[in-house]
Each structure stands twice: as structure tokens, then as C-alpha cells.
């Protein structure tokens, strides 16, 4: 029989390889793992290699700290408490023991304007580390003041609630593929060189701008941009696609604060549509088609590649009908269609679209002979339901290729006998249309026809 080991034998864990090393510690809490370094001198510098950490701030304003494997992550755990100054010099000085690259950084929630300066030296301090690909700025109060340094390996930037100011001579990120703006304040000039100076841009998203002196006045000139997503509110008095050859999908979002507010966002909204007319994919997000219901549309405009739309349906019925038929118009060779239904008030919403859209003839819309082959009806709310029928019906009348009409969304897990004999008397266009009712999980599919 084998005598046992004695204690204090061989030390196995710390003969492990760095690299495995590193990833134990990636499994750990950053408290645990920096207090690896105890365990002998071999792991005293390993914490350190880790190119992703999380950092928060504790009970006692203290660094609470956590890991992942995407980068570091400065999170002050409390969102309501604002950061002291105390708390970022700790933070620059764990970042100052890092060995290796970092890959991300994250910051966010609450500081003060006299702290820029502060927040401006840890951005240096992690441009020094090299090798950044992740540059998150989160809910920074609209105060702090961001001077964005080079990041020459940058791919991914999000900034939310913050004021932007380029370097002199700024060329453009080189290597930035995502760029996602919310809440910014930020100049024409700047926006314009951030978004179309980084040459390998695919994704752009723009949110709720904030804007001290001059409306934004937008125009994306980006030869791989394929994703844009954009919501237009009354800081945005235009934006435009100049060019954008291999740009495929399109989310427009418009705030809705009432007539008024619409109506005056309508031209902003409707420049945007018209300068993506080549896109493959549009989704009209809320607020947008009740934009467009507010200004008259152009005769004869089409959009010759659009395979999918989704929109909002929303608000006001008739004059929203009329903004929708249009764009069914418009839409020659969509293929997909999905639509929400949402922000209805009360009222006898359903009467009025049977007479607009099942009390009329329905001519000039190509796509409901020819290529619309899948419509989907989202619906959230059971006051909504009929409104869904009642559209549903519209199509499965009028479109003569219809595959699938399927209605989806928590307002369909209680299906009432009425709402299932509404659909069965209606008879499709299409010989082939199949009709489901996608219910709650608990309840499963019901097939219709």
C-alpha cells in the first residue's frame, strides 16, 4: 500500500500553466481573485493579467469589485449615489496595476462636471494599456464631459448621457464597426466626422440627442454601413443617407409628445424613409407611421429591394390607415410583414379600420398579389384583439400568395370562440393561407385553417 503524500507535499495548483491560471481567476469574484495573490508568489501577479474585470462601488463607497471575460467594467453598484473622486483615483490606480491589454472598459452611472478632468485621465490611462476593442460609457448624468481619445484598435463604442468632444485632427476610429449614441451631447461637425470618418462602420445607432445651440442636421456617408437605427425627436431637424451602398436594415423610431409634436417631426421622419429606399429590411418603430400620417406622401414611390417591413400601428386609425396603405403601396416585392399593435385609446377603433381597410376596394398595391407570402400581428393587449381580427382579415381577403398569417403576443393566450370564427369566415385570397393563433406557451399553437 502506497504511503500517503505528507503534508506540505507538492504544490500542484501553482505549477499549473499561466494561461489556466488565468482562467480559475476569470471564474472568480475580483475579491477572491485578487486574493489569489496570498496564496504564494507565483499567483501574486496573475489577477493582474486579467484583461477583463468588473469594478463596483461597495456599501461603503469602497471598490466592490467582479469579473467577467469581455474587459473592465467600473460599475458603482448603487445607480442613485454619485461617484466621489476618492472611488475614480482607486480605480485609476487598479487599472495602473493591470500588466496586460484590456479588450473592454465600462463605465457608468453618476458623477459630477468637476470630475471630466478625472474621467479624462482614466481614458488615457486605458488608451496606454493598448489593445481596446470595447468602449462602454454608460448614464453619466449629462454632465461629464468626454474627450475621446484615439483608440486606434477601438470596434466597438457605445456613449449614453454624456457631452462629446473630438480630438484636434481626428481622422475617423480606423477599426470601429458599432457605434451606438443615446442621450449625447454632441456638435454637427463632430457627429458628422465620428460617423463618417470611421470607414469600416456597419452599425449606428442614434438616440434622444441633446443639443445646446442648433438642431443636429444629420448626413451618413458610410460605404459598409448595413444596420441603422435612428429615433428622431426635436433635437433632429434632419438626417439623410447621402450613400450608403451596403446598407440592408433600417429601424426609424420618432417621439410621440401629441399632434403637434408629430406633425412637426413628420418631414424629418419622411426625409429619412426617402433616403433608404434601396434597404432590404425597414422597421417603422413607434411613433413613426403616426409621423407620416401627418403629411401628405409622395405619389408613385417605391421601394424596389424592401423583402421585409415591421411597423408600429399606432394611435389615430384612420389618418394611420392611410399612411399604411401607402407604404403597402410603395413596397412592390415586400415578402414579410409584421405588425404591433400598440398605444390605442379607447374607442370604436375596430369600426373604423372595417371601414378603411375592409369597406374599400384596394387597388395599386402589387405586393398583395404578387409577393406577400407572411404577415404576422403582434398584440400585447386583450382591448386590442379585435383590431388584430380586423386586420388580419384584410389580408388573408386581399393577399392572393398569403402562406401564413399568424397572430402573436401575450394578448392571444385567451382565445375566445368568436375571434376564431371571425377568421374562419373569412375566405383568403390564397388557397394556400394557413392561419395561426401563436398563443401562450401553457397553451400552444391553435390552427385556424
Known sequence: MAAAEPMGGADRISALPVDIKISILSLLDLNDAIRTSALARSWRPIWTL???????????????????????????????????????ERAHHLVSSLRGPLDLFELTHRFTSDQSPLIERLLDLVLQKGGLETLHLYCLRRQILVHLPPFHSLKALHLSECHVLLPNGFQGFRSLTTLELEGVQISNNHLHILINASNNLTTFLGSEFLVSEHPLSVSITSPLLRHLTFRIDCSVEKVSVISAPSLEQVEIRASYSGASVSKKLAPVVLGLLLSVAMVSSLNLE????????????????????????????????????????WLLKSMPFVEELKVELSYWDRGNWDEILKEELLGKKQDGISCLNQTLKSVTIYSYNVNHVMIGITLGKFFLLNTKVLKLMKFQGSAWSIVKPGMIEELQKAEAASSDARVVIFCHEDNGTINIK
Open 50 to 88: 486579467l484583461p477583463c474585470l468588473h469594478l463596483g462601488l461597495g456599501n461603503g463607497n469602497g471598490l466592490g469589485l467582479g469579473l467577467d471575460n469581455h474587459g473592465l467594467v467600473l460599475l458603482p453598484g448603487d445607480s442613485s449615489r454619485t461617484v466621489s473622486s476618492d472611488w475614480i
Open 286 to 325: 413607434y411613433g413613426a407611421l403616426t409621423c407620416l400620417s401627418r403629411i401628405t406622401l409622395p405619389f408613385n414611390f417605391a421601394f424596389p429591394q424592401l423583402r421585409s417591413l415591421m411597423v408600429n400601428f399606432e394611435f389615430y386609425p384612420k389618418t394611420t390607415c392611410d399612411a399604411f396603405l
